[in-house]
């Protein structure tokens, strides 16, 4: 089974975005069985705007989780939603809490990079919540995505504060920390309940031009977590950022050929288990 850890919504045109039907249409060209898609919410502080600019961002700053409720109803074995909390507006554990409740979903993601840092002391009740039931949370860590956000919330070194807290919470650094690669290394190597979502590291090789960066990380992190933390994802099928280019459907092969397949120095098993079944066990699915 191949899932998708971090998909996307995204804009087809000014304000409209592609239809679930055109989502899910682009998963069976690529052969994905589940998407993880993920709410996000950017709030309006911290150098987010409360508007959409299409020139600026492409992939909605702000996706509400009925939003997001929605549109996986479509089909609701295919498309998994996560919530998205900001500390900046609201009690983020309440949000979460009725997310789970009402809406179904599986995880809370955390984009730091519109203003607050992993370790904010206005997320440790999520961080409790999340802890005693078992949901994970996925934070955003490296590179931002546009040019508005701020990238000093998103070093790696203030999730290991989390980590370290909350040792019965699972947590997932995205992206693999590009630039504070050996930063990323350190904090998820020293602590075993956090996993690593690769998405975006071919992305990030290829805007840079950093030979070997995706090969070199994904070896190290074998060897030094193994396998069975690791997760594939794809941004989902019609990613567009300013910064980084666009992709469509097609891409969901290259991205699994980069992040996973092409390597030698993984079995089949840990393939498998990078490309769908280590979320499986994360998710409880
Ligand atoms: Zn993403």
Known sequence: MIIDFHAHPEFKNQNE???????????DIGGIDISCVYGNDQADAG????????????????????????????FPKRLIGFTSINPDR???ERKVERAIKEFGMKAVKLYPHSGFYPNDPRLIRTYDLCSRIGVPVVIHTGMKAVSWQSMKYNLPIYVDEVAASFPDLNIVMCHGGYPWIEEFMAVVYTNPNIWVDLTFMDRIEETFIIPG?????VRRLVQLIGAKR???????????????GKQNPS???????????????????DKADILGRNAVRLLNL
């Open 17 to 27: 975005l592609y239809s679930p039907q055109e989502f899910v249409l682009g998963m």
């Open 47 to 74: 150098g987010a705007p409360p508007w959409r600019d299409e020139r600026l961002m492409a992939v909605p700053t702000n996706f509400s989780d009925e939003e997001c409720a929605a549109f996986c109803a479509h």
């Open 90 to 92: 609201y009690q983020p």
């Open 213 to 217: 960066l995706v090969e070199n990380t």
């Open 230 to 244: 690791l997760l594939w994802g794809s941004e989902g099928p019609y990613l567009e950022l300013p910064l980084y």
């Open 251 to 269: 891409y969901y092969q290259v991205s699994q050929h980069k992040l996973v397949k092409r390597f030698d120095f993984l079995s089949e098993e």
